[in-house]
């Protein structure tokens, strides 16, 4: 036993030492020399997961085995595992998806984003430096680890949390999983009088604020420190910050009343009859006013149905009724210049607490599919249209950033991106247009817009580059659906909310 963990301890030193030394590259003459390999490794078990700001409390050194298993809380808190055991956080790094975009980038840096990229996906092997790239696995190589740190952001990831490392990173903000674990006895939450005979508890603040969610969903480039995904930043700024709504609002509860909290910009607390309430745990003595979801829903429709977990089918339904009422959908025609036309389609987001998309929004895929036909049943204009190869073309409306190396060149690698060239998301309560020049045939006495506000998780290029060729097919969820039909002097004669797929 333990000649294995000083061979693990081993490998994690060996790793690191090529890590910090790709790092001095690419940070060239200013990195301090504190960076030197075998200093950090002397430093220990904290300094170890650098560049990640993951850090472990008193810096202890910790094994899988300080960690337990979902499957150990499941027996009391059944609520929890049921959402948990379907949703992204307890496949974050067993993502094929996730998987192969890490091995790219383990052997684009010469394995610095072993620990970059970990330090989010799976705390638990990053801390314990268990971690091992396996280039037999998956298209690009693959990752393995020990059970414990298999199931990514897990119970016992979440509820170690005792503190935030946001103050020790560059800019101060959460991000880049700023958060610093205790794993053991103590399990940290919500509660100020919680007990049980199981488990020590704890009270932490940190559990209800945005923050904690932001140590992980605000990424920063770890050498140019470029914000690639700020969906934290996005929060932060927005009317819900303003009100009060941390993201546990929305993304705890069920989609139904996420629904309420936006509409009515109210704590899921204050819903009526949310009917949330109940006990935290079997054999608990007191009633909660709010038992969370743990199911952590979001757009992803595709990974968890993929691997055919438990709870994958509901989580499924849930992120494609949040998608359907994330935004607002409006059109309005108009006369153009020299007797064209002007169509304006205007996409107001007005449920998510972000932007629309976020995070990934690089990859992530909103668009708009617009047909303009008129009474002859002759098409003219059609834009946005999936073609054989489940794509769009390049003159699709889409709601999204592009990204882009130092050079100035497309890319989607997270490693690879200096800045976005172009912002198109959609701001929290904000909107924006798609717009569409056309020109009505001789004769026509009407004409019909049909007008669909699509999601896709991504292009189906990027996951053939990803998984192999259409070794997935990238599904398109209907967000909204809008047709109207106008007399050729402009006036509406129809609108029909088309029924979603
Ligand atoms: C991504 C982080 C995260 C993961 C993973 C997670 N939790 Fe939680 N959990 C939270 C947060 C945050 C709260 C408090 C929400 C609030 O009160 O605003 C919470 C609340 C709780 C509570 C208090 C009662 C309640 O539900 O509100 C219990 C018990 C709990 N979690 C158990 C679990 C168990 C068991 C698992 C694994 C099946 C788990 N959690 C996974 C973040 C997490
Ligand atoms: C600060 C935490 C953090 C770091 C660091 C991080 N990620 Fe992620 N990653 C996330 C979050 C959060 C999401 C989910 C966002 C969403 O679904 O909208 C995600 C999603 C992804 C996805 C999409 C998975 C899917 O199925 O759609 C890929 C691919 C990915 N990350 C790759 C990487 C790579 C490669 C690195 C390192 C270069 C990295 N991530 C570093 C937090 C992180
Ligand atoms: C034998 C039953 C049992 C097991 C197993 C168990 N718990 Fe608990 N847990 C409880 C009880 C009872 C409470 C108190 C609920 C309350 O106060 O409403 C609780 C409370 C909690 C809380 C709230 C703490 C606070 O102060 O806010 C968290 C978080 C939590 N458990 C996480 C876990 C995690 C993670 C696991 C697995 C590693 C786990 N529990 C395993 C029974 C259990
Ligand atoms: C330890 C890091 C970590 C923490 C803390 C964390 N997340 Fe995540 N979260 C992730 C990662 C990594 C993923 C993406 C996994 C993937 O796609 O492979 C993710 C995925 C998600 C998704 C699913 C996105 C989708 O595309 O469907 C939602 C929603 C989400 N997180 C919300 C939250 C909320 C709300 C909190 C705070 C209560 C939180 N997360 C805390 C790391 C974290
Ligand atoms: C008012 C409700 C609300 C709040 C508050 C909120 N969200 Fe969301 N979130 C949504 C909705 C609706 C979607 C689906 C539309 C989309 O993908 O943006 C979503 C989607 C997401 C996704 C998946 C994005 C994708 O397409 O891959 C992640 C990750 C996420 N939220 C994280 C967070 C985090 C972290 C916070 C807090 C900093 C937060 N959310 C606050 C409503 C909310």
Not at 98 to 113: D, H, I, P, S
Not at 490 to 501: G, M
């Amino acid at each position: 036993m333990k000649s294995t963990l000083r061979n693990r301890m081993m490998l994690v030193i060996g790793l690191f030492g090529g890590l910090a030394a790709s790092l001095m590259y690419s940070a060239g003459a200013d990195t301090p020399p504190e960076a030197a390999p075998a200093k950090l490794a002397a430093e220990g078990p904290t300094a170890a997961c650098k560049p990640s700001n993951l850090a472990i409390k008193a810096d202890r050194k910790l094994t899988a085995e300080d960690f337990e298993e979902p499957k150990a809380c499941a027996k009391c808190h059944e609520r929890q595992i049921k959402g948990w055991q379907g949703s992204m956080h307890s496949l974050a790094f067993k993502d094929p998806v996730f998987q192969a975009e890490w091995a790219l980038a383990f052997k684009a840096t010469n394995g610095t984003a072993l620990n970059d990229c970990g330090g989010c996906h799976t705390p638990i092997g990053i801390t314990t430096g268990t971690v091992k790239f396996d280039p037999t696995l998956g298209k690009h190589g693959g990752f393995t680890a020990p059970k414990q740190a298999e199931h990514g952001v897990s119970c016992d990831v979440c509820h170690s949390v005792s503190g935030s490392t946001a103050k020790r990173s560059l800019n101060g903000q959460p991000g880049n999983a700023s958060i610093e674990l205790n794993p053991g006895e103590t399990k940290y939450g919500p509660f100020k009088d919680s007990k049980s005979g199981y488990h020590e508890t704890e009270y932490s603040e940190l559990h209800t604020k945005a923050e904690f969610c932001g140590s992980c969903h605000n990424i920063f480039h770890s050498v140019n420190q470029f914000p690639i995904e700020h969906t934290y930043d996005e929060w932060k700024n927005s009317p819900y910050a303003q009100a009060d709504i941390p993201c546990q609002d929305c993304h705890m509860v069920p989609v139904d009343v996420a629904i309420q909290v936006a509409d009515r910009m109210v704590r899921a607390k204050d819903v009526p009859n949310h009917g949330l309430g109940g006990l935290a745990a079997k054999g608990s003595k007191k009633e909660r006013e709010i038992v969370h979801d743990h199911g952590f829903v979001g757009g992803n429709t595709v990974i968890a149905a993929a691997l055919g977990v438990p709870g994958a089918e509901a989580n499924k339904a849930e992120a494609i009724k949040r998608l359907q009422n994330a935004a607002d959908m409006d059109m309005d025609v108009r006369q153009g210049k020299g007797g064209a036309h002007e169509l304006r389609i205007k996409v107001t987001n007005v449920r998510a607490g972000h932007h629309l998309p976020t995070s990934l929004t690089f990859i992530r895929r909103i668009w708009l599919d617009v047909t303009i036909t008129d009474d002859q049943g002759k098409v003219i204009l059609r834009s946005g249209e999936l073609d054989a190869h489940n794509r769009v073309d390049e003159d699709t409306v889409i709601f999204g950033n592009h990204s882009v190396d130092k050079h100035g060149k497309s890319t989607v690698n997270p490693w690879e991106i200096a800045r976005f060239d172009e912002l198109n998301t959609i701001p929290p309560k904000g909107y924006r247009y798609g717009k569409y020049a056309f020109r009505l045939p001789d004769g026509a006495k009407s004409f019909k817009v049909e007008a669909k506000l699509n999601y896709q998780s991504y292009d189906q290029k990027v996951a053939d580059k990803l998984l192999g060729d259409k070794a997935i097919i990238v599904p398109t969820v209907e967000m909204k659906a809008l047709s109207r039909t106008y007399d050729a002097a402009l006036k509406v004669v129809e609108i029909r909310n088309l029924a979603q797929r």
